[in-house]
């Protein structure tokens, strides 16, 4: 008795609440409420019961359907109920609902009278996450730790020589931070607009990864592609230590524009403390250089296994603990994970061009420009939104890492071809009565004199952040 007198008070609350707050559209009868309140943070793969009441006084059928049935599905819908005499709710009835993937989900119910005319809705919100949560939060930690790492290692191995060089050659390192803090987030924001107009938690996504530092494995396509490796390290640099003021203030800026009237609220004052934390670990490597230089020398040997396991640890576990994220890679998707990095080269590329530098600086620029250290940005998402759309907005930084090195294959082999088509036919150009062609010994003594000065400079300033490609090349040497 006590039990129902109880249950009785909160339906009776409720049922005013929901009156009051005008949760039903004019015309259509009075609320509609439910126990449980809401489905949030349930698990996929789960079912559950949904009991709903009202007050209406005629009530024959009720309907129940789902926004996103990728998330959920109604799986039963009871026959109305009169209540019993003296209850609180003139009507009742219950349905079921199954949990089937990740994501934010309504449910919708419609009441009916005899004349089957709707007289009543109530729609109940939903959420769902992982059932391998587990496993996904391992991986989120896991990579909170590798960022943190890494940022430890940018600031041991760093040559103070290099920031030096900001004030003597400041053209292409200013040129990068142009390029990576005013077109990137631009390019992101525009490409997020255009190929999710509507969906919040996919822009946020995508501005997020064109406002994440420059890094990854971008040195070691600037030493494939024949760019200066020097300027990429300074810019990766560079671009990391201006992440931690413009990555907040493009956030706090186009937060408001990208939310628009959506409910969803950008935690501004976490994503800044984070982004801000990440300079204690700089500073700790910025320390061990200065007081333990035997080892910061250890940690600079650790930079090609590190990057190495880091693509590893990404491509394996990282790949199992979101297997999810595939679900969600449509055309829209992998095209804007394309346009992303693309426009970023492009841009770099132009902007280099318009001031003359040289081509190793523009491969530098360009590379640099267009590849993200995504890393930074689904750490950022996961620790500061809540489950599950911090879950959800991981996809487009992961769609950008899937495809950012494509174009950058694709001129790796064009340049490859190239390069053995050129051999090719200079093997075909046999000298004539024993005399050598002075054009062609010239030239050749000018690119081993290229290659020579190419060889030596990294080992002058080949100490930079997130620079395995200089290592192996000092090994190789």
Not at 221 to 240: E, V
Not at 245 to 251: D, G, M, Q
Not at 379 to 403: C, N, R, Y
Request: glycine content about 8%.
């Amino acid at each position: 008795m006590m039990a129902w007198n109880s249950r009785g008070l909160w339906l009776t609350c409720s049922l005013l609440v929901s009156l009051l707050a005008g949760t039903m559209s004019e015309g259509e009868g009075q609320a509609v409420v439910f126990e449980p309140a809401s489905l949030i943070h349930v698990i996929d793969g789960t079912d559950h019961e949904v009991v709903w009441y009202t007050n209406l006084p005629e009530v024959a059928r009720a309907t129940a359907y789902v926004e996103d049935q990728m998330v959920a599905e109604v799986v039963g819908v009871s026959a109305v109920t009169p209540s019993a005499p003296g209850g609180n709710a003139t009507h009742y009835g219950s349905l079921n609902v199954s949990a089937l993937f990740i994501g934010y989900n309504k449910v919708h119910v419609t009441l009916y009278d005899r004349q089957d005319v709707a007289v009543g809705k109530g729609i109940l919100n939903m959420s769902v996450l992982l059932s391998y949560q587990k496993i996904n939060d391992i991986f989120t930690l896991t990579i909170g730790i590798l960022v943190a790492i890494v940022y430890v290692n940018m600031g041991a191995t760093m040559d103070f020589e290099i920031i030096k060089n900001i004030s003597k050659k400041p053209i292409g390192p200013l040129l990068g931070i142009v390029c990576q803090y005013l077109f990137m987030p631009l390019i992101a924001f525009a490409l997020g607009k255009l190929a999710f107009p509507g969906n919040v938690l996919a822009q946020l996504g995508m501005f997020l990864t064109g406002c994440s530092p420059g890094g990854g494995l971008s040195n070691m396509w600037t030493y494939l592609l024949g760019g200066s490796l020097d300027l990429s390290i300074l810019m990766t640099f560079t671009s990391t230590l201006f992440a931690f003021a413009t990555l907040p203030l493009w956030v706090f800026l186009m937060g408001p524009v990208i939310l628009g009237d959506a409910e969803f609220v950008i935690p501004y004052k976490d994503i800044a403390v984070l982004v801000v934390s990440l300079s204690v670990p700089c500073c700790v490597g910025m320390l061990i250089q200065r007081f333990l230089p035997r080892f910061a020398k250890v940690l600079k040997w650790l930079l090609t296994p590190m990057s190495v396991f880091n693509v590893i640890f990404i491509f394996t576990f990282g790949v199992y603990a979101n297997l999810y994220v595939f679900s969600f890679f449509d055309l829209r998707t992998i095209l804007a994970g394309f346009g992303l990095p693309t426009f970023g080269y492009l841009s770099g590329l132009v902007m280099a061009k318009l001031f003359r530098l040289p081509i190793e600086d523009v491969i530098a620029i360009s590379i640099e420009t267009g590849i993200q250290n995504a890393s930074v940005a689904v750490f950022i998402l996961k620790f500061t939104l809540e489950k599950p759309a911090g879950d959800l907005t991981v996809v487009f930084p992961a769609a950008s890492t899937v495809m950012t090195p494509v174009p950058l294959l694709l001129v790796f082999a064009i340049r490859k071809i190239y390069s053995c088509t050129v051999k090719s036919k200079s093997a075909d150009i046999a000298p004539i009565d024993g005399k050598v062609d002075l054009g062609s010994k010239k030239s050749n003594q000018e690119n081993e004199k290229r290659e020579s000065t190419h060889k030596q400079a990294p080992k002058q300033a080949g100490s930079g952040v997130d620079n395995p490609a200089a290592q192996l090349e000092d090994e190789a040497v």
